[in-house]
């Protein structure tokens, strides 16, 4: 075991609920839960019944190595002041999953009293090349009649296309989606910020922390930071995110807190997710389970070879296209045993914070979560960036 475990793989997704209790007691975990997310089961965790150090230096470290870091309870004493913030905000979620507009939403209290006079919603629209988009609203921000912030948008997606998964995010950004360096508008990042405050104000658990702040001031080294290109998630039963990282130009990675309910998570180094892969690929006790994942002998060829060329392996694990590498790192319990049991594996309760570093495509924190409630949860997913003067 090369790092100190958060959680411990109970067992594999055909042991049934009563086992995996019976199976952690005797192990001195806490209750076990299920990791499920779109159909697929991958098994059975529980978290270890000891309480995690949180340590500047070693978060410091760990974002240097593109590791993730967790924060166990780092914001909870901020929860009992946003109830009422929380609880708004699961409602909207809950009517944006049942079809209600979010535009007729935001016009309507608490929202419009804390965007007026600062926000002018423009319009509402939704991308007919985004099958994910539910709607974009757009706002200008202004002081007066001059317009001091223009093209913010806040834009609510689905995240997976499952009939069974209501799993969404609000995204908070300005100018064209795709196209524009938003990295160098510190202006329009700051008002997209505010926007992001007055329709979720529970964000102020992240983004107005002194003990957060100077937590993560010794973290990146630095004596400026601010939260820009913020998300609101609500991860919902069955719900969740597949492996990904979220590097963007001019962002030195995430901080995400957990505000209601529970997520687990896998996160590693892109460079430690390879060492994985190729260890798990190349080990003579893991064919049959590759047998069972990838039929197409084509594809478990494909996944062979590229296993065995690092540099191509770096470069397969960018291209989205990518069915069998897909499959091994979304879809295989046995490869989710291998990940935690390296030590890998989270679970965030409400407030809890993980960092994960994006410095680059090549340098970044892979990560994938799950909702572990039968209700959705929220969290909230801000990238961090430095300040000069």
């Known amino acids: 075991m090369s790092r100190t475990p958060h959680v411990v793989y109970i067992a594999g997704p055909e042991v049934n609920e009563s086992q995996a209790q019976s199976l952690a007691q005797q192990q001195g975990l806490l209750a076990p839960v299920l990791l499920k997310r779109r159909g697929t089961t991958l098994g059975w965790i529980a978290a270890c019944n000891q309480a995690s150090s949180i340590d500047a230096k070693a978060a410091a470290q760990a974002w240097r190595n593109s590791d993730a870091y967790a924060l166990p309870g780092f914001v909870r004493d901020k929860l009992d002041s946003h109830h009422g913030h929380i609880d708004q905000s699961l409602t909207l979620m809950a009517q944006v999953a ?8 935001f016009e309507q209290p608490p929202y419009i009293e804390r965007t007026t006079p600062q926000f002018e919603m423009l319009s509402s629209f939704q991308d007919e090349g985004d099958d994910q988009e539910i709607e974009t609203i757009e706002y200008d921000a202004v002081d007066s009649d001059e317009v001091v912030g223009e093209n913010l948008w806040c834009k609510a997606s689905w995240l997976s296309f499952e009939d069974d998964d209501s799993s969404l995010r609000f995204r908070f950004s300005f100018g064209m989606v795709g196209y524009e360096d938003v990295a160098a508008d510190l202006t329009r990042q700051h008002y997209a910020a505010q926007l992001t405050e007055a329709i979720f104000p529970e964000s102020s658990i992240i983004s107005s922390n002194p003990k957060l702040e100077d937590f993560m001031q010794q973290v990146l080294g630095t004596e400026k930071i601010a939260y820009v290109e913020r998300i609101v998630y609500f991860n919902s039963p069955n719900g969740g995110a597949q492996f990904h990282q979220d590097v963007e130009r001019g962002h030195l990675g995430v901080v995400f807190a957990q505000v209601h309910g529970r997520t687990g998570w896998l996160a590693c180094s892109k460079t430690q997710l390879m060492d994985e892969i190729v260890s798990f690929v190349n080990d ?21 070879q590229k296993s065995k060329e690092r540099q191509q392996l770096n470069s397969w694990m960018d291209n989205r296209d990518n069915e069998p590498l897909e499959l091994l790192i979304n879809r295989c319990p046995e490869f989710y045993r291998h990940l935690i049991e390296q030590g890998y594996g989270y679970i965030l309760n409400p407030g809890d914070i993980i960092l994960l570093p994006q410095k680059s495509i090549d340098d970044c924190a892979w990560h994938t979560v799950f909702c ?3 209700f959705p949860g929220e969290s909230l997913s801000f990238a961090v960036r430095a300040i000069d003067d």
């Not at 049942?98 to 939403?105: I, Q, S």
């Not at 389970?289 to 060829?301: F, G, I, K, R, T």
């Open 372 to 374: 572990l409630d039968d």
């Open 284 to 304: 003579p006790a893991n064919v049959a389970a590759l047998a069972a994942l990838l039929p197409d002998e084509s594809m478990a060829q494909a996944l062979s």
């Open 98 to 105: 049942e079809g209600t507009e979010v535009a007729e939403l």
